[in-house]
């Protein structure tokens, strides 16, 4: 069979404002005037193609465009099209959170020092940034997203996902939906977004990428992994600069490459992350947070999160620092579900990917981001083994909610920390997660994203904010 192109497996990207776009690959499609949806396929091909939309899983991924500085645009319009560094000043320590598309094109992207960025970049706005009206703004984008499907989840701040299975009826087919999803952010936030639709949160996630900025990607059912494999492995969630190396050292560089490998030949490579990735390459939610229902309300079974650093270290100060970060996005976590864990587990990923997990049980559950922290550090001093790291995790599991007994004493020391704690969480709700951190040697921030669902972020937390809509 010939290869198909990709725009034979795609459909209807649009990019406003222009009428008609093209793109390097091939994917865009004439461009409908607002508000009404033009197929590029004949009628017949597209009732077709509808009926099969509405049979499966249908999943959105959207994610607004340069978010903190979309908003900074907002209310300050001059900053239009200038490059524009969202952070902090150019001579400080820490690292751009966001960068315009204009400074972009210089080779400014998140994460990086804000020192390079002003190398990079010297005429650039240097911005602070506004925690507190990017998290309103966050908040106003999910109002919205409510209103188009009962089952949404943010991912982190400015990307959400909506499984609109079933909702034709009261959206149109998934195109339609998507085109009134799109509208109704731009009206109501001034805001521009992206959307991907698929079968798997994976795929819905790489089409909303691949549709930026501005539009809106369909990667029709059934064409997935066909799709996915002119892509570069780095399109894959979680495949980050050390992997696409790794992967590049045995000949892998598109998905494709990886679709056509044995699941054996990864596992031996990247060991339990080989068989996601060959999940991935497939286009399945294969692995880490990807699996598991939208918005899905239980009580979580485990709370984590992760940090990869941008280069392995070996600095102690940095790994502790960044250990006790940790510990305190999952004792906030624990703490906004009403939660006490009863055991703490490490994860430390090694330059070569070798991962080792250790737990301990606690003799009291806890919730207190002071006693995770102590007894993560005991784990980290056991057995790290002095080599660069690339991954840190910290989780807490054995999740209860019932409070163990304390002693007079312990209960006198616990209420003075969870003063301090209840202080610190409305810190960071009203200017953001990194506003207040125990972790006094961190120097960059953490972006707010977790395995099960990012802290405050919502979609399944124990309050039910999606309960109360029909
Ligand atoms: N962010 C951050 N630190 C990071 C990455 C992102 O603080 N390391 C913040 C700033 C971004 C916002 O999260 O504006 C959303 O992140 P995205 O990756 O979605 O990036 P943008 O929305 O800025 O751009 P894009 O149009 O590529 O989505
Ligand atoms: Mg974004």
Redesign the pocket.
């Known amino acids: 069979m010939p290869a198909q192109t990709t725009s034979e497996l795609a459909e209807h990207i649009t990019k406003r404002p222009q009428s008609v776009t093209s793109s390097k690959s091939g994917v865009c499609k004439r461009a409908p005037p607002p508000g009404r949806v033009v197929s590029a396929r004949s009628l017949r091909e597209d009732e077709a193609v509808e009926t099969a939309g509405r049979q499966a899983r249908c999943i959105f991924h959207l994610?607004?465009?340069?978010?903190?500085?979309s908003v900074e645009e907002l209310f300050n319009p001059s900053l239009k099209g200038k490059p524009v560094v969202?952070g902090g000043r150019p001579n400080q320590r820490g690292v751009v959170?966001?960068a315009s598309y204009a400074a972009r094109r210089f080779g400014v992207h998140?994460?990086m020092p804000l020192r390079t960025a002003y190398r990079l970049c010297p005429q650039a706005i240097f911005l602070e940034g506004h925690p507190r009206r990017y998290r309103e703004y966050s908040d106003r984008v999910y109002a919205i997203l409510q209103r188009f499907s009962p089952k949404v989840e943010m991912a982190?701040?400015?990307?959400a996902y909506l499984d609109m299975t079933g909702t034709a009826k009261l959206h149109g087919p998934p195109l339609a939906a998507a085109h009134k999803l799109h509208e109704a952010v731009k009206r109501e936030t001034g805001l521009n977004c992206s959307i991907g639709i698929a079968g798997s949160r994976l795929v819905a996630k790489i089409a909303s990428d691949q549709a930026?900025?501005n539009g809106i990607l369909w990667v029709l059912p059934g064409c997935e992994s066909r799709w996915l494999a002119p892509l570069d492995v780095s399109k894959i969630p979680g495949v980050g600069k050390v992997t696409e190396q790794r992967l590049a050292e045995l000949n892998i560089r598109k998905v494709g490459d990886l679709a056509r490998l044995d699941e054996d030949y990864l596992e031996r490579h990247f060991g339990r992350w080989g068989l996601a990735l060959a999940g991935k390459a497939r286009g399945e939610d294969a692995g880490a947070w990807f699996d598991g229902e939208i918005g899905a309300e239980e009580d979580p079974k485990s709370i984590s999160h992760e940090h990869t650093f941008d280069q392995d270290t070996a600095d102690r100060a940095t790994l502790e620092a960044a250990l006790a970060r940790l510990s305190e996005m999952v004792g906030r976590r624990l703490r906004e579900h009403g939660l006490h864990a009863r055991t703490v587990q490490l994860k430390l990923r090694y330059s070569d990917f070798r991962t080792i997990t250790r737990a301990r049980t606690l003799p009291q559950s806890t919730d207190l981001d002071t006693e995770l922290h102590a007894e993560i550090r005991a784990l980290f001093d056991r057995h790290w083994n002095r080599r660069p790291v690339r991954l840190l995790g910290v989780q807490a599991s054995s999740l209860e909610r019932a409070q163990g007994q304390l002693s007079l004493l312990e209960h006198e020391q616990e209420q003075r920390w969870r003063k301090v704690l209840e202080a610190a969480d409305q810190i960071r709700d009203r200017y953001g997660e990194s506003a207040v951190s125990l972790a006094a040697a961190m120097n960059w921030?953490f972006?707010e994203r977790a395995h099960e669902n990012p802290a405050g972020l919502p979609g399944k937390r124990a309050d039910k904010r999606n309960s109360d809509k029909p």
Request: glycine share 0%; charged share 30%.
């Open positions: 994610d607004m465009d340069a978010f903190f500085v969202v959170a966001a998140s994460a982190s701040i400015d990307e930026k900025p921030s972006r």
